[in-house]
């Protein structure tokens, strides 16, 4: 199997589907985060998916979509209820 990497914005024929990665830097660990001698953290967002794997936020592109940000937004809110700036 092989990739091609696609430039941002491009959109497919077969369906477009979005996904986010959202990354949390340097954040105190909260009261009962078992390494609490750690004074930072560097933290990674992923949900749990229907499969039973973890994933990223995300999901198919849908008609009304006006871009390929505005799929990313709705689709942080609607699964994590998130609203990207």
């Known amino acids: 199997m ?3 990497e ?3 914005g491009l959109r497919s024929k077969r369906g477009d589907c979005v ?3 959202i990354y949390a830097k ?3 660990p ?3 985060y078992p390494y609490n001698d750690i004074p930072n953290v560097t933290l990674v967002l992923s ?3 229907w499969d039973g794997l973890m994933g990223a ?4 592109v849908e008609d009304d ?3 390929l940000e505005a799929a990313v937004k709705r689709e942080a809110y609607e699964e994590i209820h998130y609203d990207l700036p």
């Open 30 to 32: 909260y009261a009962n």
């Open 65 to 67: 979509d006006v871009s």
């Open 47 to 49: 949900e749990l998916r």
């Open 57 to 60: 936020v995300g999901g198919a």
């Open 6 to 8: 696609l430039p941002f």
């Open 26 to 28: 340097n954040c105190t």
């Open 19 to 21: 996904f986010v990665w």
């Open 2 to 4: 092989s990739y091609r």
